[in-house]
């Protein structure tokens, strides 16, 4: 295991990217209010002792899905969607992690007995806002029941493109990217987490322009 003051730093900088993952999606969204949020990454500390997560978490959901809105585990409509979209991410994670030879029971934050997947929660933290993303694009017809339809959407995802310094990489690779580096941070082998260059996923018209 590793001891705890790596395991706040490289918690600081999963929260730090979780925040900027979640300004890229209000930016996407046309809220002026993406900048505020970046600003927020600045107050992290080690180990997040002033749980500015959640401070963003409230700033962010109000201006994504309306002041209405209430994250909700348990909830209908749009909550059940961003709920399996998570389910998806995780399971996504969970492969990743297992493939980098990490043992997803020891987490840097998540901490848990009952928890197995405690790392997979962990690093999955930064992913979860592709969901969200999905969830307000398709917030007119999501509030109902979830369908097949939607879970083609939210499925597909980990199949999403983003940029990477080794180019363009599918939503899955870089959960392994990431997982990959951990690991080498865990070895001594490296310093810092391995991100993709953009949070948001590469539209088509980007992926032609690349080509």
């Known amino acids: 295991a590793l001891p705890l ?5 490289l918690w600081r900088m999963l929260v730090r990217a979780k925040i900027m993952a979640q300004a890229r999606v209000l930016e996407i969204a046309g809220h002026p209010d993406h900048k505020n949020l970046e600003k927020l990454t600045k107050s992290v500390r080690s180990g997040d002792p002033d749980n500015v997560e959640a401070r963003a978490a409230r700033f962010y959901w109000r201006r994504l899905l309306g002041n209405d809105f209430r994250r909700d585990t348990s909830g ?3 909550n059940v969607h961003l709920n399996y979209g998570y389910t998806v991410v995780r399971a996504a994670m969970a492969r990743a992690v297992v493939g980098a030879g990490l043992t997803p029971g020891l987490g840097l934050h998540h901490r848990g007995r009952l928890n197995a997947f405690q790392l997979v929660d962990d690093l999955m933290e930064p992913f979860r806002p592709l969901v969200d993303h999905a969830v307000w694009r398709n917030q007119k017809d999501w509030t109902g029941e979830l369908t097949p339809a939607a879970k083609r959407v939210l499925a597909e995802l980990i199949n999403g493109a983003m940029a990477t310094t080794a180019g363009t990489n599918s939503v899955s690779r870089v959960m392994s990217m990431l997982s990959l580096s951990l690991a080498e941070v865990c070895t001594g082998d490296a310093e810092n987490l391995v991100w993709p260059l953009d949070w948001g996923l590469l ?9």
């Open 76 to 78: 209908d409509g749009l």
């Open 203 to 211: 539209t088509q018209a980007e992926l032609d322009l690349g080509q």
């Open 5 to 9: 003051p790596k395991r706040k730093r």
